[in-house]
């Protein structure tokens, strides 16, 4: 359950915004869980839940939508794309864990499907982050 | 929008002072200092933390002997205790394998590792640097704001080249700077003292090059005896107590 | 799109040998073996650049003594000769002020330098890279495809522990490996040698600790006559005569 | 006028794009000149001229597009956005000059004007690049 302390930078993000921009409640969270980090929606929609019940009066009636993002990988040397998904295959559980934890650690673990290289990019769908936040 | 970044002032309110362990120059002994640092302030009755962010050659592990133990999942990751200090590293989840991260690939590690990492009530957290004045030491005066620096340099005009940078860097953006320590020294130059007082940069004393460093890495005991212990703690316990 | 990628191979294309001194460490004598090896071949008769690759710390002007030279701008940039040496290093550019580069700077300033210099014909162009398996040494295996590597440790555990990651990800990238070479050597102790020759990998040899070294620095005449050069002939002829 | 270099990447770049469009010949090249590098219209498309003459058939009608791109430079620290007209005003010749030859020198010679940061980043206008190649 280290998605609590994801969860909680989203509250922790949203205070920030708030705060930033004089609002008095945030209505509405949209998160995106990047395919590459392996949350699971619904113990991150739990974790979301409990933590707001006591981040104060501006989060008492927040709504969450969680949108999951497909991933993107593209190899620098020969340009091929791949997904999570089709990586996924080559991994033992332990290295899927650890890329659960720290997705950057898929450059430990795996390589391009194609040519083999460790120097691709995580174009797209790597971790959790904020698509929008609206207050008023 | 990037939660992470705001979580990490949280992650760290109940750690009293964060050290940075730094050097222009790689070899320099950063690792065994910080190592050894840890080590002493703990024996000290200090509640300690040792990161290692040094992603392409980690080395605290190496250094303390750390071995089977893994951070507890527990709303982020606890770190494992290793001779009573709260230790966390990239290698509980490269297995030790080689990290071909890019620039932008250490700044989302950095930034993971700040977010999840519990440390609790600490009075210090060292940290562990890679060298040079890259994406990880930007991240740490980005992220994190109550940074203290002690840089490393050993007594070589080519290493205390390397070092004169990043200590113009850290002058110059006002980062609080507890000193210099010249490790492995062998002559009796003053060379290096001179540059660093010249700058007005505290000088913390010579480190001596120690013959039988080697045999106690891995070693936490052993480790605390030998004469570069004896010295660190003399460098160390004039700026920390 | 990126124009700079498609012209290296012509820059390149008249030099014959690209010989990258390389290590997962800093402080292990990458920048005194690339310095001593163009020194070296030089003398042999060869025709030969030197190219440092280390923007946080470069320490090849320092190790040769380089001053007041500045590469000559026709149709592109001609490195200045250095002791018969062509040299090309960012300190023309930096002023020897600290570059406090990310990732993505480091890969726009190497393909901005392999771009615009113009090498002309060279036996062999060495290059001192910085430590690590970063942006350096992925932009060196996707922009230079002639690299050989040299790869450089002490025989500590902790800098083969480094050491060995660039090891495994250039045995695996089946990327022309020229051997290791232990620089410093102090004990007696086989250690490298046993975990680099059961990888098949080549050894080259050890190169003593000298404690001279320092005070040649500067100046190539001394540099020349050190015990260091003489170890350094002895490892680096083996393979290149 | 290292600008040749660059213009004969432009070519080399230009065939390139030839050889894997199967294209017999390039019609049109559109170059962005970004401000930071400070590489004058008239040198470069000098240079271009001069060079295609002997780039062999398939370059031999080209037409050069060159257009100057604004810089615009943006603190990490502070997020405050300027442009090299600004920088240039803080900068010796030899430090304007050292940025001709390689535009990351920005970050040594130069720092966010507002809070004094070295941790900026170069948005747009950074040096030589393509936005087009036409060809049949
Ligand atoms: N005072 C000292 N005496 C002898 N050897 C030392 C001393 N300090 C460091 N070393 C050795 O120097 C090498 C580099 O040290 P390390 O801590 O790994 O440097 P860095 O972290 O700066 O790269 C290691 O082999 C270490 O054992
Ligand atoms: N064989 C040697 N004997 C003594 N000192 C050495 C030897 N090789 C390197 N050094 C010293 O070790 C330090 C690190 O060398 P350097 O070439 O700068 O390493 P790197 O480029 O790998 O960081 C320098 O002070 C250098 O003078
Ligand atoms: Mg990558
Ligand atoms: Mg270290
Ligand atoms: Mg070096
Ligand atoms: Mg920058
Ligand atoms: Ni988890
Ligand atoms: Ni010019
Ligand atoms: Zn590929
Ligand atoms: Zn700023």
Redesign the pocket.
Known sequence: MHEWALAESILSAAQETAEKEHLKTINEITILLGELQQIEHDIFEFALKELAKTEGKKLKHVKFHIKQEKSMLQCTRCEHTWSFDEMKKTLGIDEAEAIHFIPEIAFVHARCPKCSSPDFDIIKGRGVSISSIKGS | MEPRISIINKRLQNVKRVVVVASG???VGKSLLSSGLALHLEKKGCRVGLLDLDFYGPSSHIILGVHDVFPQEDKGLIPPRVSGISFMSLVFFTHDKPAPFRGGDITNVILELLAITQWGSLDFLIIDMPPGIGDETLDVLRFIKKSEFLVVT?S????YGAVEKLLVILKEQKIPLLGVVENMKQGSSSFVETEVVGRDIRYLGGILFDPHLEDAIGNTDSLSKTTFMKELVVCFDRIFF
């Open positions: 120059k790689g070899g050993t070589s005009k080519v290493a």
